[in-house]
């Protein structure tokens, strides 16, 4: 890939850029880097990021992502709660892995997601990239659940979301965006490494205290 394509691309991107998606795009790196440290501040940044991107979405006639951010913002409310009211007898919500069964209910939750969006895009709205928007809209659902419950398999759907939204974004004009979502890709990565980390110490602990 030409390097100072890409380095033309996010130039115009700055240039091009509104004070309302440079907001979005500052909120939306905190949220994911307070994610990363399971700090609670996750949230609070994650709802000033998401109900922003509503608006911009609207714009852009990305429907779904609309629709995906304003499903941020209600999970961001519900994961606030639960991560703040842990089970009784624990100071906080642990992070743990999917067993089978959650894994099976990811999936299935992805597919007729995917499905169902796709179909309202195509028949409902005049989306031009019905495929792409429906996709990353579904992985980011299924991960966005996940991290309310504090999974550590969000961050593969994550990561997938992300790599998909690279080019989307770009493709529509939002090129500041697109670097955001390569950004995130990053972040993601690491934060899947950290919260493997952070389930095996937890494991540990549990096995020496048992």
């Known amino acids: 890939m030409d390097i100072q394509w890409l380095i033309d691309g996010f130039a115009q991107g700055l240039a091009e ?41 609207l714009q852009y006639k990305l429907y779904a992502d609309m629709g995906i951010n304003a499903y941020y913002f209600s999970m961001s409310i519900f994961g606030w709660y639960v991560w ?7 100071k906080e919500l642990p992070v743990t892995w999917l067993k089978a069964r959650g894994w099976a209910i990811s999936l299935g939750i992805f597919v007729v997601s995917y499905i169902l969006l796709v179909f309202v895009l195509v028949n409902f709205t005049d989306s031009d990239v019905p495929f792409w928007d429906s996709f990353t809209t579904a992985s980011a659902f299924v991960g966005m659940w996940l991290m309310a419950k504090k999974k550590v398999e969000n961050w593969i759907f994550w990561i997938i979301t992300d790599l998909v939204a690279v080019p989307l974004y770009f493709y529509k004009g939002l090129v500041l965006t697109s670097f955001q979502y390569l950004f995130f890709t990053v972040l993601a990565i690491i934060g899947l490494i950290a919260w493997i980390k952070s389930a095996r110490r937890k494991e540990e602990k549990a096995v020496l205290q048992s």
């Open 17 to 57: 850029m509104t004070w309302l998606e440079a907001i979005a795009v500052f909120f939306g790196i905190a949220s994911v880097f307070y994610s990363m440290r399971e700090n609670i501040w996750v949230y609070p940044t994650g709802i000033i990021s998401t109900l922003i991107y509503v608006w911009i979405c």
């Open 84 to 90: 703040t009211h842990p089970k009784q007898g624990k």
